[in-house]
T-cell receptor, first 114, second 113 residues
Framework: NAGVTQTPKFQVLKTGQSMTLQCAQD?????MYWYRQDPGMGLRLIYYSASEGTTDKGEVPNGYNVSRLNKREFSLRLESAAPSQTSVYFCASKGQGPTNEKLFFGSGTQLSVL | GNSVTQMEGPVTLSEEAFLTINCTYTATGYPSLFWYVQYPGEGLQLLLK?????DKGSNKGFEATYRKETTSFHLEKGSVQVSDSAVYFCALTSTDSWGKLQFGAGTQVVVTP
């Protein structure tokens, strides 16, 4: 029962470098999400994908891009990392329909931008 | 827009004490309300939820009642254990939000033996 798998778990970047955070779910969920977690601010939505082939901006999309590669995978890309993007990133997924409101989270990626 | 406000932490208490974490919300439509828990080094897990007014969610000894008149969803547990040490997040999703969750800032709870 893998659930939601994120890689890598830890990453250190220099300002201006790029990287892609990978996320995959094996629950056949339609919707997938990327959140960032910062102290005192809870989790804020970066981007989401309501279904395969669609992506939409969340609350804090600037500096990020996403790709919904297929139903299983939803990646988050930082094109030119900035210190303000130092955070813990969580991927999540959700099944379809009003009775499937529970989000399943990955274990997170801790990113430091120097 | 939607928002969630929860009490600041950390909350430190002794084993077997009573725990309350306050949560109030602002939302359009008819939101569903959630409590998620994050144990150290892990992602968030759903603890309980309530989908309409006066519903009570419960799980692992935790309870929360959806109070529409006070726009609140306070989390309670009668007797905490050391293993309940975690960060607790109140959250909501409304019918117009495509299932996106709006989270509170989180409350860290530390239970000492």
């Amino acid at each position: 029962n893998a659930g939601v798998t994120q890689t890598p778990k830890f990453q250190v970047l220099k300002t201006g470098q790029s990287m892609t955070l990978q996320c995959a779910q094996d629950m056949n969920h339609n919707s997938m999400y990327w959140y960032r977690q910062d102290p005192g601010m809870g989790l804020r939505l970066i981007y989401y994908s309501a279904s395969e082939g669609t992506t939409d901006k969340g609350e804090v999309p600037n500096g990020y891009n996403v790709s919904r590669l297929n139903k299983r995978e939803f990646s988050l890309r930082l094109e030119s990392a900035a210190p303000s993007q130092t955070s813990v990133y969580f991927c999540a997924s959700k099944g379809q329909g009003p009775t499937n409101e529970k989000l399943f989270f990955g274990s997170g990626t801790q990113l430091s931008v120097l | 827009g939607n928002s969630v406000t929860q009490m600041e932490g950390p909350v430190t208490l002794s084993e077997e004490a009573f725990l309350t974490i306050n949560c109030t919300y602002t939302a359009t439509g008819y939101p569903s309300l959630f409590w998620y828990v994050q144990y150290p080094g892990e992602g968030l897990q759903l603890l309980l939820k309530a989908t309409k007014a006066d519903d009570k969610g419960s799980n692992k000894g935790f309870e929360a009642t959806y109070r529409k008149e006070t726009t609140s969803f306070h989390l309670e547990k009668g007797s905490v254990q050391v293993s309940d040490s975690a960060v607790y997040f109140c959250a909501l999703t409304s019918t117009d939000s495509w299932g996106k969750l709006q989270f509170g800032a989180g409350t860290q709870v530390v239970v000492t033996p």
